[in-house]
């Protein structure tokens, strides 16, 4: 088992789309044993999450990894929607709340963690693109 060299990273970019807003995730797995450590938002995101889409990169993570966005109470607010990521192709995700047509709202005060699991690549990339409106 190769050891971690700690070097994961998140590169968060926002846009504006009118009323939507993007934000945009590019991950890079640890360089040694493709782990990913737990990644802090820098910027407060309110309104409703209408979207997600995840991206596989080269060389992309290893199939049917997970990622989950935590909020300080240690809510999925993803609801378990990018569990068993497929790294063939883009998936575009609908994010509408379960037994509901509504999607999940986010509160400006909601500090949220980019969690990732069950990656074994090292060096991986892979982008998640959330789309808010408010």
């Not at 846009?15 to 407060?44: I, P």
């Not at 999450?49 to 995840?54: I, K, S, V, Y």
């Not at 379960?98 to 990732?116: D, G, M, R, Y």
Request: hydrophobic share 45%; charged share 10%; glycine share 6%.
């Amino acid at each position: 088992m190769a050891n971690p060299n700690h070097d994961s990273s998140v590169a968060q970019s926002w846009c504006h789309l009118g009323t939507v807003k993007k934000l945009v995730l590019a991950v890079t797995f640890d360089s040694g044993d493709g782990s990913f450590a737990n990644a802090l938002l820098s910027e407060s995101i309110d309104g409703f999450l209408c979207r997600l889409t995840a991206v596989p990169g080269t060389p992309a993570p290893t199939n049917a990894y997970s990622a989950s966005l935590v909020d300080e109470n240690g809510v999925d607010v993803l609801q378990g929607l990018a569990a068993a990521l497929d790294t063939a192709t883009v998936q575009d995700i609908p994010t509408i709340m379960a037994a509901t047509s509504v999607p999940p709202v986010i509160a400006p005060s909601n500090k949220l963690t980019l969690k990732i699991s069950g990656n074994t690549n090292a060096g991986a990339k892979t982008q998640f693109i959330l789309y808010f409106s408010a």
